[in-house]
């Protein structure tokens, strides 16, 4: 045997460029026992359920059902009992959207009750799963009763335990949700993430004050959290405010403002907040300051009026207070909407109070009204924002708009890391260009970050002169996009032809060859993102 391989970090090593392939990594645990050991640790590491741990016993132990349910045909031996507690062992990750390397994907297997009972009968949790690090327990369980998942979810329980999600099943009483989220500092101490999931709309409860015993927690996400509690939440989650990192809240009930001062979270980055409406996600920032705050994600399905938007903008400088941390905002309004509803406009100086932070590199608004800009406050983005490198003012209908392609050109072209841009603008008159001192058209800069331009409900006549100069300007340019799918009237066919139109002369100033371009960037609707909230 050749010296390097006394070294596990040698072996390691090489094994990392293996273990994206299970077979590889089965060869090589075939080859001698030293790989054996370390082949089989990766090749176990993470899986998406307990179904590869079953079929790793004799084929004549199990079978699967037409349910794509896995049971016990035979009660398997002492020593094939002794196969899958080692196999078990070596397993750090179970979470869904793992994968499970041990064995050929097969996403839709899942363990019947009977067989997860004797599994747990003959080694409880904790020993069958030693080295468990992390959790994501809806991968395990699919008992019926809620009362037997939490007793099983706690025999999971360690000081090992570092990542752990479960969902909130339907029926549960509050009082056992606080029960169990009471026990974990006693029992997993050691948790730096924790993600609790509710599938449905009946259940609010509030963090019993031993939640803020859990010392190295950096992520929490809830789901159910009751506004009209939200002081209370505050104080118990609170303590932890000096490592935690990322806040997802998601908030049911009615609000009622309350005094006091807000509670600080000094390390906090990461903010996503979700509820029916806006009002409860503004009455939640100002119960709290987190001067560090880079991210927040602010979700909401029942429409805002301008008030209540301005309130929550207003709301951020409060929440932030230095504003040269923040640098991405995303909002989204998820309500549906009739095509021919009355239509919300939101002003200029809705959004100023935004350009207060001066970091901010990402700003993405969806669908939270129309948006009646003006030249002056896209001129001000670019003195406010000139590191912005995504802005998309995205509305879902058309309405008015005053901002010029003239203006939207000297902001772009001036923010040098703008690479997408989502603005209905008004093309419709004559362009105003810079100009040298002997009067002839200077043109502005080349700009060669952006990529993405997405031009909404925007009217384009040809005297703007559209396609020649986003061919100038935006050498690099490759998406040029609006809203095929609001095409409702004579108005809204004649928009459409303009702009497509302006795209096939585009593509012709900078030789482009076809693309799929037909094809609608569902991306550009930020709902696919909406993910990625966690």
Same mark, same amino acid.
């Given at each position: 045997?050749?010296?390097?391989?006394?070294?596990?970090?040698?072996?390691?090593?090489?094994?990392?460029?293996?273990?994206?392939?299970?077979?590889?990594?089965?060869?090589?645990?075939?080859?001698?026992?030293?790989?054996?050991?370390?082949?089989?640790?990766?090749?176990?590491?993470?899986?998406?359920?307990?179904?590869?741990?079953?079929?790793?016993?004799?084929?004549?132990?199990?079978?699967?059902?037409?349910?794509?349910?896995?049971?016990?045909?035979?009660?398997?031996?002492?020593?094939?009992?002794?196969?899958?507690?080692?196999?078990?062992?070596?397993?750090?990750?179970?979470?869904?959207?793992?994968?499970?390397?041990?064995?050929?994907?097969?996403?839709?297997?899942?363990?019947?009750?009977?067989?997860?009972?004797?599994?747990?009968?003959?080694?409880?949790?904790?020993?069958?799963?030693?080295?468990?690090?992390?959790?994501?327990?809806?991968?395990?369980?699919?008992?019926?009763?809620?009362?037997?998942?939490?007793?099983?979810?706690?025999?999971?329980?360690?000081?090992?335990?570092?990542?752990?999600?479960?969902?909130?099943?339907?029926?549960?009483?509050?009082?056992?949700?606080?029960?169990?989220?009471?026990?974990?500092?006693?029992?997993?101490?050691?948790?730096?993430?924790?993600?609790?999931?509710?599938?449905?709309?009946?259940?609010?409860?509030?963090?019993?004050?031993?939640?803020?015993?859990?010392?190295?927690?950096?992520?929490?996400?809830?789901?159910?959290?009751?506004?009209?509690?939200?002081?209370?939440?505050?104080?118990?989650?609170?303590?932890?405010?000096?490592?935690?990192?990322?806040?997802?809240?998601?908030?049911?009930?009615?609000?009622?403002?309350?005094?006091?001062?807000?509670?600080?979270?000094?390390?906090?980055?990461?903010?996503?907040?979700?509820?029916?409406?806006?009002?409860?996600?503004?009455?939640?920032?100002?119960?709290?300051?987190?001067?560090?705050?880079?991210?927040?994600?602010?979700?909401?399905?029942?429409?805002?009026?301008?008030?209540?938007?301005?309130?929550?903008?207003?709301?951020?400088?409060?929440?932030?207070?230095?504003?040269?941390?923040?640098?991405?905002?995303?909002?989204?309004?998820?309500?549906?909407?009739?095509?021919?509803?009355?239509?919300?406009? !939101?002003?200029? @100086? #809705? %959004?100023?109070? +935004?350009?207060? $932070?001066?970091?901010?590199? *990402?700003?993405?608004?969806?669908?939270?009204?129309?948006?009646?800009?003006?030249?002056?406050?896209?001129?001000?983005?670019?003195?406010?924002?000139?590191?912005?490198?995504?802005?998309?003012?995205?509305?879902?209908?058309?309405?008015?708009?005053?901002?010029?392609?003239?203006?939207?050109?000297?902001?772009?072209?001036?923010?040098?890391?703008?690479?997408?841009?989502?603005?209905?603008?008004?093309?419709?008159?004559?362009?105003?260009?810079?100009?040298?001192?002997?009067?002839?058209?200077?043109?502005?800069?080349?700009?060669?970050?952006?990529?993405?331009?997405?031009?909404?409900?925007?009217?384009?006549?040809?005297?703007?002169?559209?396609?020649? !100069?986003?061919? @100038? #300007? %935006?050498?690099? +340019?490759?998406? $040029?996009?609006?809203?095929? *799918?609001?095409?409702?009237?004579?108005?809204?066919?004649?928009?459409?032809?303009?702009?497509?139109?302006?795209?096939?002369?585009?593509?012709?100033?900078?030789?482009?060859?076809?693309?799929?371009?037909?094809?609608?960037?569902?991306?550009?609707?930020?709902?696919?993102?909406?993910?990625?909230?966690?």
């Amino acid at each position: 045997m050749h010296r390097a391989l006394e070294s596990e970090d040698i072996i390691y090593s090489v094994l990392e460029h293996v273990k994206s392939s299970a077979m590889d990594l089965v060869n090589v645990a075939m080859t001698c026992s030293t790989l054996a050991g370390p082949a089989l640790n990766i090749l176990w590491s993470t899986q998406s359920s307990l179904a590869p741990l079953i079929m790793c016993l004799p084929q004549d132990t199990w079978e699967v059902a037409e349910n794509q349910t896995i049971d016990l045909s035979r009660e398997p031996t002492p020593i094939e009992w002794e196969r899958l507690r080692m196999n078990a062992s070596r397993v750090r990750r179970i979470h869904i959207n793992g994968i499970s390397s041990a064995l050929p994907p097969k996403p839709h297997l899942t363990l019947s009750g009977r067989a997860l009972q004797r599994i747990f009968e003959q080694f409880p949790p904790a020993i069958l799963f030693p080295n468990l690090h992390a959790l994501d327990f809806e991968a395990i369980c699919n008992l019926p009763g809620c009362s037997s998942k939490f007793l099983l979810l706690r025999q999971f329980m360690s000081p090992d335990l570092e990542c752990l999600s479960f969902d909130v099943p339907g029926g549960v009483q509050t009082y056992e949700v606080e029960q169990l989220l009471g026990a974990f500092p006693a029992e997993a101490y050691g948790l730096r993430e924790l993600i609790i999931r509710t599938n449905h709309c009946a259940t609010t409860f509030t963090v019993p004050p031993s939640f803020g015993k859990l010392p190295k927690l950096i992520r929490l996400a809830i789901e159910g959290i009751d506004v009209g509690l939200t002081r209370q939440t505050i104080t118990n989650i609170q303590p932890q405010a000096q490592c935690l990192q990322s806040l997802t809240l998601t908030l049911r009930g009615t609000s009622c403002d309350v005094g006091g001062m807000p509670f600080e979270f000094h390390g906090l980055w990461h903010l996503c907040l979700f509820g029916d409406s806006l009002s409860q996600s503004t009455h939640f920032l100002r119960q709290i300051t987190a001067r560090q705050l880079a991210y927040i994600s602010i979700g909401y399905s029942e429409p805002a009026s301008p008030a209540k938007i301005t309130e929550f903008m207003e709301s951020l400088s409060t929440l932030c207070q230095n504003f040269g941390s923040l640098q991405q905002i995303y909002m989204i309004d998820t309500s549906h909407i009739q095509k021919f509803e009355d239509a919300i406009p !939101l002003p200029s @100086e #809705v %959004f100023r109070p +935004l350009l207060k $932070f001066r970091r901010l590199s *990402s700003v993405i608004l969806v669908g939270i009204g129309n948006y009646n800009l003006d030249d002056k406050f896209i001129n001000d983005v670019a003195v406010a924002w000139p590191d912005i490198q995504a802005l998309r003012f995205a509305s879902r209908r058309r309405a008015s708009c005053t901002v010029t392609f003239s203006a939207m050109m000297s902001m772009a072209s001036r923010c040098r890391s703008l690479h997408t841009l989502h603005l209905t603008i008004d093309a419709t008159r004559p362009t105003t260009t810079p100009r040298a001192p002997d009067g002839t058209e200077e043109l502005w800069p080349p700009q060669t970050a952006l990529q993405k331009l997405h031009l909404g409900h925007t009217e384009v006549l040809e005297v703007a002169r559209v396609p020649y !100069l986003l061919a @100038e #300007v %935006f050498p690099t +340019l490759s998406d $040029f996009l609006w809203y095929e *799918s609001f095409v409702d009237s004579d108005t809204d066919l004649t928009m459409e032809d303009a702009l497509e139109e302006a795209w096939q002369q585009l593509r012709v100033l900078r030789n482009l060859a076809d693309d799929d371009h037909d094809d609608y960037d569902w991306e550009w609707e930020g709902i696919s993102d909406s993910e990625d909230w966690m």
